[in-house]
């Protein structure tokens, strides 16, 4: 299998230091970056699979480093995951605003951060490897047939559910915007009401008992699912 590549973004050499030397023990490559202005450059250099990357930094923060590194063609798909002290919600809404996949207040400690890297990174795999059929834990979605699975029990879906579901569980940790769901699962030309999103979604929680579709108010949703 193909080592996966992480950068980490950070102005502390010891958070650094201690993150690299976990990552590479885990069997990661990884490069760092100290501001935003060199993280970019290294990015586009070694194109990482993850970045983790800090919200205070000198020169460029990490919220227009974000922003700039969405723009760039070659990132798109790159797991962008915030790792900053700063835990007040602005902030958080601000990071998944800018372009995040996820938002991780830096307390956590280097074993279960290197957890959550090693399922974001194994979540993204599973998906990338087919284009047709997700395996999510025990949730299986089957776009041949529109069928749906969760712990063995099987759902035929109304046609928008299953869109809506498909897409979430396409990029998992992604948080999706209302608009964009609107575009994806409904198109431009079709208008529906604002609380449309909410009752599929409320829908789809009810029929596959899923509590990790969550809820980013203000924003959209995401799907977590824990293995």
């Known amino acids: ?13 010891d958070i650094l230091e201690i993150l690299s030397y976990n990552l590479e023990k885990e069997g990661y490559e990884v490069a760092t ?17 993850l970045i983790l990357l800090d919200v205070m930094m000198p020169e460029k ?26 835990s007040e919600e ?11 996949n996820d938002y991780i207040v830096k307390i956590i400690k280097p074993k279960v951060l290197i957890s959550k890297v090693n399922a ?6 599973q998906v990338s490897n087919s284009s047709q059929n ?32 498909y897409l979430l569980a396409s990029n998992t940790e992604k948080v999706f915007k209302r608009d964009e769901i609107l575009e994806k699962v409904w198109g431009n030309d079709v208008i529906v009401g604002e609380r ?12 596959l008992g ?9 924003i959209g949703y995401k799907l977590v699912v824990y293995i």
């Open 1 to 13: 299998m193909k080592q996966k590549k992480i950068l980490l973004i950070d102005d502390e050499p």
């Open 33 to 49: 970056a100290t501001n935003g202005n060199e993280g970019i450059e290294k990015a586009k250099e070694m194109l990482p699979d």
């Open 90 to 100: 602005f902030s958080q809404l601000a990071g998944f605003q800018a372009g995040a």
């Open 210 to 218: 899923i509590d990790t579709i969550q809820t980013l108010k203000g």
């Open 120 to 125: 974001l990174l194994r979540l993204t795999s």
């Open 196 to 207: 449309t999103i909410d009752v599929h979604i409320r829908r789809l929680r009810e029929k």
């Open 134 to 165: 997700i395996e999510l834990g025990d949730l299986i979605i089957n776009k041949d047939n529109f069928c749906v699975s969760k712990g063995g029990q099987q759902f035929m879906l109304p046609k928008k559910e299953f869109n809506l579901l």
């Open 61 to 86: 923060d990490g919220i227009e480093t974000c922003q700039e590194m969405r723009k760039i063609k070659e990132l798109q798909k790159t797991l962008i995951v915030f790792l900053s002290a700063r």
